[in-house]
């Protein structure tokens, strides 16, 4: 549900000189499934002495400092501790403790009142966080996000990255590698183009979500366990390889697989590759980013399903004197086998596709004001049982293609509080412009106005 945090800052001590730059970035929840949002986590700046825009240009995207801090590790220098003698010890405990809150109050306004419920529906809060998030030792860092969501009136575990991060030299040049646990596929990445910190940073829990989603694109989000290796060479080429497992947080132990749509058999590989590369005033990175996975729906034995996501990126930044200007992109095509699907009666042929577009880009007027525009799309064969007719949220015509576009504008009063307004509007939604659900629902019917209030603390 969520695609939220990022850090704001970072960790800075100097021992012996040599300051190691360290480690970035941090993670968002993502609100991937639902609400892909971002959060800065001020303990980074406590521990550091660094305000957010060093690592944030707005947060969660990540500064070129930023970036660098979370690759290697969310650590800032190399510190061992030493006892009166002068003897290193195995233990390293900030003066500061590295915890964080962040709360978002909001409102979300429908163009068309969904059947039997209220509009204008307020979120107070609309999410609540806690973050563990700092260096807990030499060349080892994290970010562990708990949140409350008011839909659900709980705290649970939200995006989790813990990292170990070192460097090394390879044919001669630097080379940054580390070992990443995380609990969501994309948490880990370093740029804001792939899905956990993608735009939007925030956005409503309330609307109508469309049908369809591609498996990367934040639906395994907190119900994985995963553990990868990645590395940075020569400030140029990046690599990641990650292996997840289903872990299911709320459901029963051992893993059973009951009232779970994914359930891993064996592991799913996660990919990732970019090149990032700066000419005169601009900076591009490109890549790809995927995951392959087999898995029984509600079981863990039995038909499977098959997904494989092969992903493309880019990210683009300019600097305009205190301004910014920057760009996301993100294409995933998935290819699915629903062989548990079919068998169940849940989809009406095997072999099925998504393809998923996004682009967006901000200006950013000095770290106080920002404007964002987005389009979005997602296409794919029609299936009338994958997507089945319902009121509001069903396709009358078992066609997933959904578009449309956000334009968003944000205002920093200061660094840590954020107020956000969004127009999201939907040329389609869930195969048609018009009458899509068979009960005379229209598409720009789920146009939303969305209002946010966030504090980090």
Known sequence: MRKSITMWTIQADTLQGNLRLAAKWLAALCFAVVLPHAYAVPSFARQTGLSCNVCHSNPPELTAFGRDFKLKGYVLTDMTAKDKVGNSKDLLLSKYIPVSAMIMISNTAIQATQPGSQNNTA????????????????????????????????????????????????????????????????????????????????????????????VINGLLGQDVAGLGGYGMWDNHLYADFSLYRSEHAGGATPVTGTGFQYNIRDVAPYWRAAWQQTFGDNYLEVGTYGIGMNTYPNAVSGPLNRYVDPSFDFQYERPFGANLLDAHGTYIHESSSLAAGVAAGAASVRAN????????????????????????????????????????????????????????????????IDITVAYTGYFKFNGASSNYDGANRNASDNNTVYMALWLNF
């Open 123 to 214: 979120g107070f809060p609309q999410q609540l966080s806690i973050f563990l998030a700092g260096a807990f030792a030499s060349h080892f860092g994290g970010l562990a996000q708990f949140t409350y969501t008011h839909a659900q009136d709980h705290f649970g575990m939200d995006n989790t990255d813990l990292r170990y991060a070192d460097q090394g030299k390879l044919a001669g040049k630097d080379f940054w590698y580390g070992v990443t646990l995380n609990n969501s596929p994309t948490v880990e990445d370093v740029w804001n183009s792939t899905p956990t910190w993608g735009f939007p940073w925030i956005s409503t829990s309330s609307g109508v979500s469309p049908l369809a989603s591609p």
């Open 353 to 416: 596709h998504l393809n998923t577009l996004k682009l967006d880009s901000t200006y950013h007027w000095a770290n106080k004001y920002s404007a964002t525009g987005a389009l979005f799309s997602t296409t794919g064969n029609r299936d009338p049982l994958l997507y089945a007719p319902a009121a509001v949220t069903g396709s009358a015509n078992g066609d997933p293609d959904t578009s449309g576009f956000i334009a968003q504008a944000g205002y920093w009063p200061v660094q840590n």
